[in-house]
């Protein structure tokens, strides 16, 4: 039985579970929220995620008002336990430090916040499963599937068992329309020919979680000097840093650099982050190690729209 959104989006209604009217790969933020707002208009959605929830990114964590307005669209309560709201950005650099509000506009909250991706994550997955999305994970996409004409019209994936191996054969899931949200390697991407452009930035970045005092500071600081010893008195490195207080005892503290720097093939980020947190002042607790919550974690961050055309067949 088709559904008012068979007509608006010109799709036909799936005939088996391994059909869809529209595949998402990928359930990070972008893929979640797509299969949501599909899902929600009455769309046959599948959602294909190669890892399990709970499942950790490499992220700063920080959501500006656009970021907010998209989840209060989407329906979430902000009020809850677990989201950190913030004021602005305080930025920190050459001396000063200056404190700069969100700005107070009609269309958009005038706050920010920072919520881990490990919960945030899931929390936009399920979110789209309860609007109607069929979310199916540790399934790893594996390349297209393309019609006579070159047109896609579906993928191929592969189970995984809990440690991330094969776990089974090759399946074809086929649909109308495909979105590729698989983050930065993008398999999908790569399948059809559509190869990162050089000449759009590319940052890498290294992240971690420190216990504070300041982790229910109302602003996100982001640090424009980044030092190797005593600042002012040595050697600066290269790129930016972040401190984005989560509220639960912890803040979220990484730095990037981009790969237009000199020094970004030499660069080793997770140890540059613990040279530039070690001469911090004490008092915020990430001169001390034992305040690690874990491991540092870095990771590549594409930007500038450095795969295009974004659509394709």
Request: overall charge neutral; proline content about 7%; charged content about 25%.
């Amino acid at each position: 039985m088709s559904s008012p959104a068979d007509a608006l989006f010109g799709l036909t209604p799936a005939r088996d579970e391994r059909e869809a009217q529209v595949i998402v790969v990928g359930a990070g933020p972008a893929g979640a929220a797509t299969a949501y707002h599909l899902a929600n208009a009455g769309v046959d959605v599948l959602l294909l995620e190669k890892g399990s929830f709970p499942r950790d990114k490499v992220c700063g964590d920080g959501l500006t008002p656009r970021a907010v307005k998209q989840l209060i669209g989407m329906g979430f309560d902000l009020d809850e336990p677990g989201w950190q709201k913030n004021k602005g950005l305080r930025i920190i650099g050459a001396g000063h430090r200056i404190e700069l509000p969100w700005p107070d506009l009609a269309s958009y909250p005038a706050y920010g916040m920072v919520r881990p991706r490990m919960q945030l994550d899931e929390m936009l997955a399920r979110h789209a499963q309860k609007a109607g999305a069929r979310l199916m994970e540790r399934t790893s996409v594996t390349g297209p599937v393309l019609d006579a004409t070159g047109r896609i019209v579906g993928v191929t994936a592969r189970a995984l068992d809990e440690n991330g191996r094969r776990a089974g054969d090759e399946v074809t899931y086929r649909a109308q329309l495909v979105v590729a949200c698989d983050g930065v390697s993008s398999r999908l991407a790569t399948g059809l020919g559509i190869t990162r452009r050089e000449n759009r930035p590319m940052a890498v970045a290294a992240r971690a979680y420190y216990k504070t005092p300041m982790h229910d500071d109302p602003w996100m600081e982001s640090w424009l000097e980044l030092w190797d010893g005593a600042p002012g008195e040595s050697n600066q490195l290269p790129g930016y840093g972040w401190i984005f207080p989560c509220g639960d005892g912890t803040a979220n503290v990484g730095l990037g650099i981009l790969d237009s720097s000199s020094a970004f093939r030499t660069y080793d980020s997770k140890a540059a982050i613990r040279t530039w947190l070690a001469h911090t002042p004490p008092e915020l607790g990430f001169t001390d190690p034992d305040n690690l919550v874990g491991e540092v974690r870095s990771a590549a961050l594409p930007m500038g729209f450095n795969r295009k055309p974004h659509y394709r067949g």
